[in-house]
């Protein structure tokens, strides 16, 4: 967390930034210390993402790992919280719908702590899923950065490849993959061609 919090009840907190930023093994850290405190904590995941260490663990790309229950909306979420639970997480939390923002309110006015982890924008460089909804009503939000692979600079934007060049812009939204699909690139460095003809990019500063 970027500094300081104490509340008494329920609040959310909100992990958000690119790929390889380190989002998940944020979530990972909060969710021990958590377990550590002797808190009763739930881990939830997007049934979409089976990488690394498969579907029923969060995962993070340096190996760590912590038990998790997949599912795929926020309606599969909420039939399987477990009433003791004091923290609730929830990893890839883009990939979730609408619904996910009305569930954490509701668990945080009922006294939990939610932890979710997710990419704010998606390859294009635009707002994903429910994220921007999620960060404007959280209590605490903390947004990583990874390092651009071409300038070295702070990277801000999710760049996915395919056959190693840059994707266009009608791609599919969701593409669940690791380094082979995807880079962290700074807003300079980022590149989303307008079509798999065209090559005009957006989102680029060419000046």
Known sequence: MSGPFHQTGGWIEVVAGVMFSGK?????????????????????????????????????HDGRTVEAVPADS?????????????????????????????????LAARGRRVILAGTDTDFRGEPFGPMPQLMAIAEVVDKLHAICVLCGGPASRNQRLIGGKP?????????????????????????????????????????
């Open 167 to 207: 994707a266009p812009y009608n791609s599919p939204q969701v593409m669940v993959g690791g380094t082979e699909a995807y880079e962290a690139r700074c807003r300079m460095c980022h590149e989303v061609p307008a079509s798999d003809a065209g090559q005009v990019t957006l989102f680029r500063n060419t000046a």
């Open 74 to 106: 926020a309606a599969q979420i909420s039939q399987q919280i477990n009433p003791q639970a004091n923290v609730i997480a929830i990893d890839e939390a883009q990939f979730l719908d609408d619904g996910i923002v009305e569930l954490v309110t509701s």
């Open 24 to 60: 998940s093994e944020e979530l990972i850290r909060r969710v021990r210390r958590a377990m550590i405190a002797k808190k009763k904590v739930q881990v939830f995941k997007s049934h979409l993402d089976a990488r690394y260490a498969g579907l029923y663990k969060v995962s993070s």
